[in-house]
Antibody, heavy 115, light 112 residues
Framework: EVQLVESGGGLVQPGGSLRLSCAAS????????MSWVRQAPGKGLEWVAN????????YYVDSVKGRFTISRDNAKNSLYLQMNSLRAEDTAMYYC????????WGQGTLVTVSA | DVVMTQSPLSLPVTLGQPASISCRSS???????????LNWFQQRPGQSPRRLIY???NRDSGVPDRFSGSGSGTDFTLKISRVEAEDVGVYYC?????????FGQGTKVENK
């Protein structure tokens, strides 16, 4: 069974940093693109970033470019999202998802940016 | 960026009756590889999203056959042949042909 388990969310002040993690199991992690998608409270879905199987290609939505970095460790079956210079508008549930076409999703981890 | 426009945004349904959601894109979703990367997702209350349909009309594993997807180019439709109680939630279309990936606003399906 495919499992994606996010962690690392929490309350952070504006300008602060957080690192999200996603632990993958039940499939060969190194064979798949992986993605992050977020959902602000009461709002719709927004794709954030994705990364190729070997980490050689990474893509970001414009609003996070230069502030967020997606990475992965295939030996640890893990996906990461380093988030710096956080803003109030980054407050959201952050989901890890498999593939560019998002066929499997985790349960999400909540990031709240507030003073 | 490609804008995905869903209608209606709210869909009151009667259990056992059909339902239909429209999704239109601001550009053609036909990729240079010949595929059309249009997906549909369901998000039940309090749950993570779940993919239902990929590449316009292909149902994901475990998705009931009352769900079907159709369309081409810029116009797409998700149909539920007979709505069941477990279908209540928000439905999103998403295009994966052009970067960045973009979602529709969501259509809330609720009991009439």
């Amino acid at each position: 069974e495919v499992q994606l388990v996010e962690s690392g969310g929490g309350l952070v002040q504006p300008g602060g940093s957080l690192r999200l993690s996603c632990a993958a199991s039940g499939f060969t992690f190194s064979n798949y693109w992986m993605s992050w998608v977020r959902q602000a409270p009461g709002k719709g879905l927004e794709w954030v970033a994705n990364i190729k199987q070997d980490g050689s290609e990474k893509y970001y939505v414009d609003s996070v470019k230069g502030r967020f970095t997606i990475s992965r460790d295939n030996a640890k079956n893990s996906l990461y999202l380093q988030m710096n210079s956080l803003r109030a508008e980054d407050t959201a549930m952050y989901y890890c998802a498999r593939m560019r076409m998002l066929d499997q999703w985790g349960q999400g981890t909540l990031v709240t940016v507030s003073a | 960026d490609v804008v995905m426009t869903q209608s209606p945004l709210s869909l009151p349904v009667t259990l056992g009756q059909p339902a239909s959601i429209s999704c239109r894109s601001s550009q053609s979703l036909v990729h240079s590889d010949g595929n059309t990367y249009l997906n549909w997702f369901q998000q039940r209350p309090g749950q993570s999203p779940r993919r239902l349909i990929y590449r316009v009309s292909n149902r994901d594993s475990g998705v009931p056959d009352r769900f079907s997807g159709s369309g081409s180019g810029t116009d797409f439709t998700l149909k539920i042949s007979r709505v069941e109680a477990e279908d209540v939630g928000v439905y999103y279309c998403m295009q994966g042909t052009h970067r960045p990936l973009t979602f529709g606003q969501g259509t809330k399906v609720e009991n009439k």
